[in-house]
């Protein structure tokens, strides 16, 4: 099998075309979008108008009172009133754009996930081959959460201080230039600081999400193989081995944290130093108003008072925006290691030819029908755009196949041989000999570079994956169970099939005894890849699954080595019934398993050294006699 890549740490790419391909997501959503910003806009106008009127309280209501014996406080109130008005409005915007948001983000998830998981369906096994299971997992998880996040609070909140800042900086130029220009000095230092901080930000966030995936694929490997662990003793070297992986993610989690936290305190000392050299400036020109050399920039303690709040108003957005900017970063990083597995080149299917159920009459005319016959064609579109139907027989030809995973390391050398309709062939060889890879190259989970295969004379490349596939039933060596009862298992092979089907197919398979003594029989919930049973009760059930598809091929990949020797005894008369009429492909260490197979093909080293039947190959007294007598042992 090819490796598993180990990717290394990268910087983003593109971060703009990333943010753009993610917000291209809320076209759906453009109504409540439109919602939402005109909540944010009434929630940041209601802020700024609120402070605001703590000038005319001040100026011509509170000021003037002082001192009154009879004060008239009408026009104060109503002033009040409309303060209050204001925040409540801000308050009821506010908790709407971030209900509505909510929701958005979780619709925007949903079609993420959604095409993240119909692209993998698309993705050939080469992938999954070289990518750890947990890291494709991560995207799931980790990153789509941190997206998650992003949309729902990070967004609207961003949004939100860009217009209070903007709403602000407009109000603090009507009430005062002069201190306006303190303003800018400090947004040139805050946005550099932002800056300097973030591009180091974004480089660990990446480094962040990949250290993730790499712990989770760690994780998943190891509780895969926790028994194997426990039998081997390899418990210290799976803490090691872990403790390495946890401290590249501690390292990248440490530094990414470490440039998001240092921005907080640092923009909060610079907020409050802007706001110390405020109020010093503003007390001198207020003191001074009345002097003539003041003049223009005068201010009136209702103006400072606002100014004053304007400048809490400014930087607290600033601060919030800031932090915000991480949480993006953050963001982006895991959407652009989403759309990384999306951006992956589907499995190519150039075929044309297709499989069809037919019955064939007396007179040899093939006639295409719906329910299932045990006949099948090969079903292809002519030059002149007639029907062509073509018998499947089962012919599978091997023509000088050359094979590699890599491109450097070949597994099969110049490979040549055929399996006549309705013969049974064996692969034999040591652990590497390419009995798999030759199975794997039936199917088109590779494509064959050199050589040709053919299927009833037509090259494989040009019958579509789907149907070739479901021209081939196949029983791995390492079963896999489904979540759901034992029914909904054996009917995985067939999805349309009745009960009575699935029954038949249990029977076959001789399934059908231990079942029917499970707690619920077929209605028995199977969970965590169907542990409540045993590994041979496991392995009835897929065999059973490949009854039910009733393919007109079938290849065995050890199908039988998890079932103890009396219980292949009981299933040997039913898999003879299974494999009657079809070509079948077994791949089989237990040589007790072969010996009625047509044809034995001894693989070594990626060649052929030796085909025949059992008899034949005895007497030639080569490496299979070695093999059956015992001479030489499978590695």
């Known amino acids: 099998m090819p490796p598993i890549q180990q990717k290394g740490f990268k910087k983003p790419k593109n971060t703009k075309q990333t943010a753009l391909r993610l917000f291209s997501y809320f076209g759906e959503y453009k109504f409540r979008l439109a919602a939402v910003i005109i909540c944010v806009i009434l929630s940041s106008a209601a802020n700024v108008y609120g402070t605001y009127m703590l000038k005319p309280i001040i100026d011509d209501y509170i000021v003037p009172l002082i001192g009154q014996q009879n004060p008239k406080i009408g026009g104060f109130l109503v002033n009040i009133l409309l303060l209050l008005g204001a925040y409540i409005i801000g308050a009821l915007s506010s908790w709407l754009y971030n209900r509505i948001m909510v929701t958005i983000s979780s619709g925007v998830l949903y079609n993420i996930r959604n095409d993240l998981f119909v692209h993998m369906q698309k993705l050939p096994i080469k992938y999954f081959d070289t990518h750890t299971h947990g890291d494709i997992m991560s995207r799931y998880t980790n990153d789509a959460d941190a997206i998650r996040m992003m949309m729902s609070q990070s967004v609207p909140q961003l949004v939100s201080s860009f217009l209070t800042v903007i709403s602000v900086f407009v109000m603090m130029i009507v009430l005062s230039p002069l201190l306006t220009i303190l303003v800018i000095v400090m947004l040139f230092i805050m946005f550099g600081v932002i800056s300097f901080v973030g591009k180091r930000s974004a480089l660990f966030f990446k480094k962040q999400q990949n250290a993730l995936g790499a712990v989770n694929g760690y994780v998943e490997e190891m509780i895969e193989g926790s028994r194997v662990v426990k039998v081997f003793c390899h418990e210290d070297k799976s803490k090691d081995r872990f403790a390495n992986i946890n401290e590249a993610l501690r390292n990248a989690s440490s530094n990414a944290n470490t440039f998001a936290n240092i921005l907080f305190p640092i923009m909060g000392n610079l907020s409050y130093l802007h706001y110390a050299l405020t109020a010093m400036v503003g007390a001198a020109l207020t003191i001074y108003s009345g002097n003539s050399d003041v003049g223009f920039f005068a201010l009136t303690i209702g103006s400072l008072t606002a100014f004053l709040q304007y400048t809490r108003s400014f930087s607290q957005p600033i601060t919030q925006m800031s932090q915000q900017v991480n949480a993006i970063l953050n963001a982006m990083a895991g959407a652009e290691r989403i759309f990384q597995v999306i951006d992956e080149k589907p499995e190519i299917d150039d075929g044309k030819a297709t499989i069809a159920r037919v019955v064939i009459e007396p007179d040899g005319k093939i006639v295409e029908v719906a329910h ?20 499947v027989k089962g012919k599978v030809e091997f023509k000088n196949v050359t094979f590699s995973y890599d491109g450097k390391k070949t597994v099969l050398n110049d490979i040549s041989l055929v399996a006549e309709p309705g013969q049974k ?101 199977l969970t965590s890849d169907g542990e409540n049973l045993s590994q041979g009760q496991r392995q009835l059930i897929a065999i059973a699954r490949a009854a039910a598809s009733d393919p007109p091929a079938l290849i065995l990949d050890e199908a039988t080595s998890s079932i103890d020797t009396r219980t292949e005894k009981l299933i040997e008369k039913g898999m003879d019934g299974l494999m009657k009429g079809r070509t079948v492909f077994v791949i089989a260490h237990r040589l007790s398993t072969v010996r009625n197979a047509d044809m034995i093909v001894v693989l070594e080293h990626g060649r052929i050294i030796e085909q025949g039947s059992h008899d034949e190959l005895i007497a030639k007294g080569g490496k299979y006699y070695q093999l059956y007598t015992g001479a030489f042992e499978l590695d």
């Open 372 to 391: 299932r016959t045990g006949q099948w064609a090969w079903k292809r579109t002519g030059k002149n755009g007639e029907v062509i139907y073509n018998e």
């Open 425 to 525: 062939i064996a692969f034999v060889g040591s652990t590497g000999a390419g009995k798999t890879t030759i199975t794997n190259l039936i199917n088109r989970f590779y494509d064959v570079p050199d050589g040709k295969i053919t299927y009833d004379g037509i090259t494989i490349n040009n019958i579509r994956k789907d149907d070739l596939r479901r021209s081939l039933g196949m029983v791995l060596q390492d079963t896999h169970l489904f979540t759901g009862t034992v029914m909904d298992n054996i009917r995985y092979g067939k999805l349309d099939a009745t009960d009575e089907e699935c029954i038949e197919a249990a029977k076959i398979a001789n399934a059908h005894w231990f079942i029917t003594h499970l707690p619920d029989g077929y209605n028995t919930m």
